[in-house]
């Protein structure tokens, strides 16, 4: 009596394996043709993401100059009256800061009878002993020096 019920047993378990594997070989057959379309999906999505941050970097560095330009100009800066500036700035005038001056934490710096604050961060690979000059670009008044040409600090007239 006993090997009658391990045969049917075996039989139900015989069976059971016979529905479920075809159901369940069809279920991933349905899931891989839908990966491909959601590879595609998510091909597009970083695509356009990349082209966003593309555009959004292309527009920063367009309005990096003017940014500089206003920082320069703008913060609790003054002018330099243009007699003044021809005769103790420019190109020509070459000084050394050596040392800054530490303000409510912001670094400044005295030449020709003004002080100046830095509107951006000092680059690397300059030295406070490099030969630098102060010059008016664009409606702001930049640090430059010989040494790095091609790079321009901007700077704040304090009055």
Not at 112 to 121: D, N, P, V
């Amino acid at each position: 009596m006993k090997h009658p019920v391990k045969i049917s047993g075996i039989a139900v378990l015989c069976f059971f394996i016979g529905v479920i594997a075809p159901a369940y070989a069809q279920e991933e057959h349905q899931a891989d043709q839908a990966k491909p379309e959601q590879r595609t999906e998510q091909k597009q999505k970083q695509q356009s993401k990349s082209a966003q941050h593309v555009q959004k970097q292309d527009r920063a560095q367009q309005a990096r100059p003017a940014q500089q330009t206003e920082r320069a100009s703008n913060n609790g800066g003054g002018g330099i009256p243009q007699a003044r500036f021809r005769a103790h700035f420019g190109r020509d005038h070459a000084f050394r800061i050596n040392r800054p001056v530490m303000v409510g934490g912001t670094p400044r710096f005295q030449y020709g009878g003004y002080w100046f604050g830095f509107g951006e961060a000092w680059p690397v690979g300059w030295s406070y002993g490099d030969q630098v000059y102060v010059d008016y670009i664009n409606g702001g008044y930049f640090l430059l020096s010989p040494v790095h040409p091609g790079v321009q600090i901007s700077i704040n007239v304090i009055l």
